[in-house]
């Protein structure tokens, strides 16, 4: 493990003890006196982890602030606003410094590339739509991170992530956030049941506004930092050069075939396109045609209407089940739940399924645009039962 040291910004921070009918006491719920109880909160610089990081220390921790450098330092300081960039790594220092407490910074550029990067362009090539903030959450953050926590002799390690861990009969459950805008559940599905007892997500019960005026209360420069919108390591969401360059030479050109056979046209590579996306096919028909899948074998961009976009049934991998009961297909075959299909849509009823020892969701209504490589996730209510990375998807029409 080594570590990289970015200077600190200049400022002093609001005195906390002055703020106590301001800003909440946060109970993690750990045994102990809270100035004996170390906990380690992942820091990247933005608004959310640094308040996170500044109410622990307020509530009386033994905080310790830890931010990953993931990706060329170099590169990362020419954009600011990415998660982990230079700038964000020299906030995360600033207000550990401002308040006192430890800080390190750990260079996982490595295996942020093993683990996430390299995974990431493989799956497009696959003819996949990855989302690596799952992977990452999964790999470095919750594994690798959660285990350099533990050594620090942390009694949990909390996160800004807005997503709530609450406590059930049978242990800790993850639930949704309050605010409905702002949860992140559905790029943390992969969370362990292991996992989920060291974690805590202590903004999970507030909006983001409020997030922002405890940040201002307390005098942080990150209170009105925007949020960061692309993919950490993708300059200008262009995911195509970041694929290009981890696998020069790998995506080949191919036809461009329509649902019923015909070929329209030709492209450059299947990573250039999506499922569901319409716009900048490189073929004129006179109707409107979508992006229907990806067939990276024969390396076949397969469009058609917007009928043909609409899936019923699909069949999941890498499944993580941290509901009630087993974590077993079998055992949940004909559950209804409600599912996640994108980040961005709320979650659908659905049942769950087996096929050959496989888990499978059926959708009591088709949704459009399923795309082999996002994730399904399961609810029930507002708890995260889990979910899987989509593998396949059988059309509704079938």
């Not at 002093?12 to 006491?25: F, K, N």
């Not at 220092?93 to 093993?114: I, K």
């Not at 559940?185 to 983001?208: H, I, M, N, V, W």
Request: aromatic share 6%; with cysteine; hydrophobic share 40%.
């Amino acid at each position: 493990m080594t570590t990289c040291t970015i200077a600190p910004a200049p400022g002093a921070l609001a005195d906390l003890s002055a703020l106590s009918g301001v800003l909440p006491d946060i109970d993690l719920g750990l045994p102990g006196p809270r100035a004996r109880t170390r906990v380690v909160a992942a820091m990247s610089g933005g608004v959310d982890s640094s308040v996170t990081a500044a109410l622990l220390h307020h509530a009386g921790y033994d905080v310790v602030g830890v931010t990953l450098q993931l990706y060329d330092h170099g590169a990362a300081v020419k954009k600011p606003g990415a998660c982990c960039a230079g700038i964000d790594i020299r906030d995360a220092r600033a207000v550990a410094d401002a308040l006192g407490f430890a800080h390190y910074v750990l260079d996982y550029e490595t295996r942020f590339s093993d683990q996430v990067v390299q995974d990431f362009a493989d799956s497009y090539l696959a003819g996949e739509t990855p989302i690596p903030c799952v992977r990452c959450n999964q790999s470095v953050k919750f594994r690798d991170l959660l285990g350099v926590a533990r050594d620090l002799g942390a009694a949990a390690m909390v996160t800004g992530h807005y997503i709530r861990r609450v406590e059930g009969a049978e242990g800790p459950e993850l639930h949704r956030a309050a605010e409905p805008a702002r949860d992140q559940s559905y790029f943390l599905f992969a969370t362990t049941r292991e996992q989920l007892d060291f974690l805590r997500f202590p903004l999970g019960d507030f909006p983001k506004a409020e997030t922002r005026r405890f940040a201002a209360a307390m005098g942080l420069a990150a209170a009105d930092k925007p949020d960061s919108q692309d993919i950490c390591f993708v300059p200008q969401g262009r995911y195509v050069d970041v694929v290009r360059r981890v696998r020069p030479g790998a995506s080949r050109p191919g036809e461009i075939v329509h649902v019923d056979g015909r070929v329209l046209g030709r492209h450059d590579g299947i990573i250039g396109y999506t499922v569901g996306q319409r716009r900048g096919l490189g073929i004129a028909t006179g109707e409107p045609l979508f992006v229907v899948r990806l067939d990276a074998a024969n390396a076949r961009v397969v469009v058609g209407p917007r009928e043909a976009l609409m899936v019923g049934v699909i069949g999941l991998k890498e499944v993580n089940w941290i509901g009630p009961g087993p974590a077993d297909a079998a055992a949940h075959e004909g559950r209804a739940v409600q599912v996640r299909v994108r980040s961005t849509r709320e979650p659908v009823p659905a049942r769950l399924g087996r096929a050959g020892g496989t888990w499978t969701v059926t959708l009591d209504r088709p949704e459009e645009g399923v795309a082999p490589g996002q994730a399904c996730v399961f609810y029930d209510g507002p708890r995260v039962l889990g979910g899987g990375w989509i593998a396949a998807t059988v059309s509704a029409a079938a």
